[in-house]
């Protein structure tokens, strides 16, 4: 599965300029990738590492804006369709899965 971040924060002040640096590296640093500006997605194993994850999130968002976490399934985004002005662009793979023994 994957999950989306979707969020609208200020940036009128410095405070608030900081507050948005600061949840996009948490973003970056729990793993997630940006897809465009504002939207990030992370390939997760399963539903309860989803959970997880959206746990550490919420216990750090920002006091004001507004932050959206979506769960899709691997069907669902590889139906995306992904334009860069009118020439399509292939959806990204999820990460390569490996064994460790």
């Known amino acids: 599965m994957w999950l989306l971040a979707m969020f609208d924060l200020p940036?009128?002040?410095k405070a608030a300029r900081r507050r948005y640096a600061r949840f996009r590296?948490?973003?970056l640093t729990e793993g997630f990738t940006m897809l465009?500006?504002?939207?990030?997605?992370?390939h997760l194993?399963?539903?309860?590492s989803g959970e997880i994850?959206?746990?550490r999130l919420r216990a750090d968002l920002p006091p004001d804006?507004?932050?959206?976490l979506l769960p899709?399934?691997?069907?669902?985004?590889?139906?995306?369709?992904?334009?860069?002005g009118s020439k399509r662009?292939?959806?990204?793979?999820?990460?390569?899965q490996f064994t460790l023994f």
Do not use: H, I, N, W
């Open 11 to 13: 940036v009128d002040s």
């Open 25 to 27: 590296k948490l973003l």
């Open 36 to 42: 465009q500006y504002s939207v990030y997605a992370r």
């Open 45 to 48: 194993a399963s539903e309860e």
């Open 53 to 55: 994850v959206k746990q």
């Open 65 to 68: 804006g507004q932050v959206r």
């Open 72 to 84: 899709v399934t691997d069907r669902q985004f590889a139906k995306m369709e992904v334009y860069f």
């Open 89 to 96: 662009k292939k959806t990204e793979d999820p990460p390569k």
